[in-house]
T-cell receptor
Framework: GDSVTQMEGPVTLSEEAFLTINCTYTATGYPSLFWYVQYPGEGLQLLLK?????DKGSNKGFEATYRKETTSFHLEKGSVQVSDSAVYFC??????????????FGRGTQLTVWP | DVKVTQSSRYLVKRTGEKVFLECVQD?????MFWYRQDPGLGLRLIYF???????EKGDIPEGYSVSREKKERFSLILESASTNQTSMYLCASSLYQTSTDTQYFGPGTRLTVL
């Protein structure tokens, strides 16, 4: 079945460091891929998404490229800020069969950025 | 902007109590979802609904039921709360079932069962 595996945290970085959070997926169809972010005390909000192979999603300096050959969707940012401290979730959605458009989430990666 | 609201941010209940968690969305979305979030486990789908009075079980429906009498409102019911249901509960909604459609989340309800 469909599933998402993302790197375990926590990840601790200094401000302006480069960030990579790895995400790989297993899917039977042609899924769309998402990164959601959860700031402390809040619900999840969409960070970026990609709907087909080789698409690049980007937002707020974050990027992720949909790589079908490696079944990956790694999140990157060139220079993190303290305000990026949050939990990041990778997710996929595949509407084939009876999934009815549900999301499959990874376990989340806690990022802490120090000044 | 889409707004998904949940009735309580924090809730404390006793074991055996019947608990209602309410979720309302204001954008005429077809689909609504209930998740629970636990450290190290990520988000797990409890139930979802793609239409009024329709519901589908997710990955962990045991001990829960849902109700969707109106399009904008999706309720999660804990028939007899237990301590292992202490968790963060997140509601979400989306307009369609297409693969590109975005789910919008509420702020969550942190439930403690004593």
């Amino acid at each position: 079945g469909d599933s998402v595996t993302q790197m375990e945290g926590p990840v601790t970085l200094s401000e302006e460091a480069f960030l990579t959070i790895n995400c790989t997926y297993t899917a039977t169809g042609y899924p769309s891929l998402f990164w959601y972010v959860q700031y402390p005390g809040e619900g999840l909000q969409l960070l970026l998404k990609a709907t087909k192979a080789d698409d690049k999603g980007s937002n707020k300096g974050f990027e992720a490229t949909y790589r079908k050959e490696t079944t990956s969707f790694h999140l990157e940012k060139g220079s993190v800020q303290v305000s990026d401290s949050a939990v990041y979730f990778c997710a996929l959605k595949d509407v084939r069969g009876s999934t009815l458009g549900r999301l499959y989430f990874g376990r989340g990666t806690q990022l802490t950025v120090w000044p | 902007d889409v707004k998904v609201t949940q009735s309580s941010r924090y809730l404390v209940k006793r074991t055996g109590e019947k608990v209602f968690l309410e979720c309302v969305q204001d954008m005429d979305h077809e689909n609504m979802f209930w998740y629970r979030q636990d450290p190290g486990l990520g988000l797990r789908l409890i139930y979802f609904s793609y239409d009024v009075k329709m519901k589908e079980k997710g990955d962990i429906p045991e001990g829960y039921s849902v109700s969707r009498e109106k399009k904008e409102r999706f309720s999660l019911i804990l028939e007899s709360a237990s301590t292992n249901q202490t968790s963060m509960y997140l509601c979400a909604s989306s307009l369609y079932q297409t693969s590109t459609d975005t789910q919008y989340f509420g702020p969550g309800t942190r439930l403690t069962v004593l």
